[in-house]
């Protein structure tokens, strides 16, 4: 027989929220480490010879982090002697992050490790990630860039799937730009753990009333030998082709274990025994990879995404979601007008990504959410949860403040003139609607905004004098005053706002058309000498005929300019209409009913309502834009209204969902139709946009990947040749395709083309984890979607992307007051 090797990677999987409090994690992390520096001394010192061999792996570099800030100078001397001698070792990682985290942010933390780890005199290349079975395609670059060349996958099957169809093997994983890592797709994070290695283990549950006697130690050895070989056995059975497998282990079983040496007695005695068979030998990460790369072993390579089966997290705490994405989107524009880093205070900035990674971290909550959702510390921990996307987008709010405050933006003020700077931040030119808001005490030429609204004001490009298109709507910020603006890249110009000189039309019921009766009610069709393109039954302009089925919602989307239909022909329901499951757990409980679920999130007792249309309100039509108003009625809400907003100028639809979610401690879903192709679906190929990577699912993906949802950055690109829409998901990142049936769940595989031709959904909202969800989703929510259509675009996929992005992160404008300078190079506006 050949001599088998078992290595054993030994960690402590940080799992933030879980177990305790999140600040309470921290302190067991940096006590971890502590711990394993006196096991280490001790065996330096011969106090241990029981203990030779022991090593432990940082999971990430947070714990390294962690334990910088509040070690003395004598634990970090020591920590750094361990890690130059290979004793301690670190993972390049941060955290085990969900699909939310940032690219920008994701790379800077690679670098940061990358950086810390630079003093060393050894080969520091490698990563790992425990919990998470999914990681987006961008990884591999970002990894990458930052001289992290092996990653090792410590993947969990509760509610997910390995890729590649089988687990425990390596394979290059390629990114977009065509560099690789080599990754091994490993088992989970605690396999280790089950060979009762450790005398007197959790698992052994062996002991009785006299505690764990030598009679108890030598069963439980016998249990170590059947399982070790057991293991081997079985992969052998599976046609495992190599002599040697790594798992992983902790000192105990739990996430965030503390360190323990006990395993090294153990692992001693069972090679003394069964060595010459099998060697179990405890290995860091970094040491494991050098042995793999050393090894004479075909491994194949693959490109794709890795869909996280844990994304779904996100669509539990759609509240906190919204905040982080708002942060997100500030993050970037902080980035384009700050390139360097000099306007503002760099501590501040770091503070924001340290709190938006901590709220991208998957740890949803602590891990009695559903089964006591009333319990004092489950929701202590779900304040802390929400507290990280609040501070962060507090932070990064306060760095755009700081920044545009060098840009000249000035604070309230009384009877100040209306001046307004417009910034496009953006490295390319844009054409879009910029808004200022007039709040009630605010005058314009020493008049109040009593008036009617489209009557009292007007905006004039203070440097050409031109006066431009204005509409006025009101807002929860005070008059919203809109505008169009053509501005080349990081373009800033400088516009007015000033009366009318025109009267207000008086008000009158004399009409002599047609269309307009004494009730003021638009109800009239067109006619030969009268058009009605925007009612609630249309809403059309030179850019895009929306049609309003009285029964559903929008059932149409016509691109005027090419004829295509935007709605896909097997769509089931209307655009932007609610869906809403629930499935009853009166015949289990609350925990059973999810657990049974597995990887479909739902069963075949889940009931499913459609979203009933009630009423349609115009609420507005002016020179800019039209807004429509379908009130639906929808099972599990009080409220579920669809704000559509149709541009007059561009072809471009802004729609916001305004909806009451009801509580209940059953497991929900709640999904938004967006049903969206370019006219021929098998024309028309759909791009998701995530972490610094675009992808077509079904297509770009590893084989045995998750094809049932997906967790995006911005949305989700249609594209028939030259011509397309990209659907923008401002405030919900999860994504399903196809059917919304319970069903066995598809891999991705050579047949899996077709998922990327299926209707499209936003999963806005979703409790059914049984363990850390938040189980309360009840509140109210506004979604915000937008539709952006694009005609003969020369421009390839990434470069429709970042203009995508562009438009959804907008222009900025800020209260001005122009310098005596500007003004004398004003047009004289006031001279008409």
Known sequence: MTQKTLYLIHHSHTDIGYTDRQEKISRYHVNFIKQAIKTLDKIAAGEAPQWEGYNYVCENYWQVEQFLQKATAEEKEKFEYYVEKGLIDISLTYLNFTELV????LSKKFADAKQYTNQFSGQFD?????????????????????????????????????????????????????????????DHYQIGNDFLFSPNTDQSKQYGIEGFTEKDLEA??????????????????????????????????????????RMMEGIHRFNEAYGDEIKVE?????????????????????????????ADGVSSTPAGVKLYRDAQRKYRLVNKLDENGTLADTQQLKEAEDQLAMYAEHTWGFHSSVSEPWDSFVNLLDSRKFSYAVNGNRLVSNHLDDILETYGEEANQLDRE????????????????????????????????????NDFVEVVDSQTGEVLETQVSNSSRGKKVSFMMNLSAKEERIVRLRRKKNEPKMDTKYYNHAHIGTERVADIAPYKYFTHDISIYRLKTDFLDVRIDPAKGVSSIIDVTTGAQLIHPDSLRAAFSGVYEVTSAAKTNPYSVRSLMGRNRKSPATNRFESKLVDLKLIEDGPLYATLELCYELEGTKMYDVRLMIYKELSQIDVSIRLQKIGSWDPENLYISLPFTYNNPDETTTYFEKSGTIFRPGIDQLPGSNTNFYSLDNGALFKNEANGLFVAMKDTPLVTLGSLESQLIELCDERSEGKNKEVLYSWAMNNFWETNFKVDLSGFYELDYSVY????????????VNETRN?????????????EEERQNFKEDEKR
């Open 102 to 105: 940032d690219a920008d942010i």
């Open 126 to 186: 490698s990563a790992m990630t425990a919990d998470i079975n999914g990681f987006a395609w961008g990884y591999v670059d970002l990894m990458h860039q930052n001289g992290i060349n092996n990653f090792f996958s410590c993947l969990h099957t509760h509610h997910g799937m390995f890729p590649l169809f089988k687990k425990q093997m390596p394979f290059y994983w390629e990114g977009q730009t065509g560099e690789k890592v080599l990754v091994w797709n490993g």
């Open 220 to 261: 439980q050895f016998e249990v170590t030998k059947e399982k070790v070989f057991g293991f081997f056995d079985l992969l052998e059975e599976e046609n495992y082709e190599f002599d040697f497998c790594p798992v992983m282990i902790s000192g105990i079983v739990t996430d965030n274990s503390p360190t323990s040496p």
């Open 282 to 310: 405890l290995i860091t990460l970094n040491d494991f990879f050098k042995e793999l790369r050393g090894k004479d072993l075909d491994i194949p390579t693959y490109k794709g995404d890795w869909a996280d089966w844990w």
């Open 418 to 453: 209306s001046y307004y700077k417009i910034i496009n931040p953006h490295n390319e030119a844009v054409n879009m609607l910029s808004s200022v808001y007039i709040q009630h005490w605010q005058t314009i030429d020493d008049s109040y905004f009593y008036l009617s609204l």
């Open 789 to 800: 259509v694009f005609n003969e675009s020369n421009q390839d996929v990434k470069e429709l």
């Open 807 to 819: 438009k959804i992160e907008g222009l900025i404008a800020i209260p001005y007051n122009p310098s």
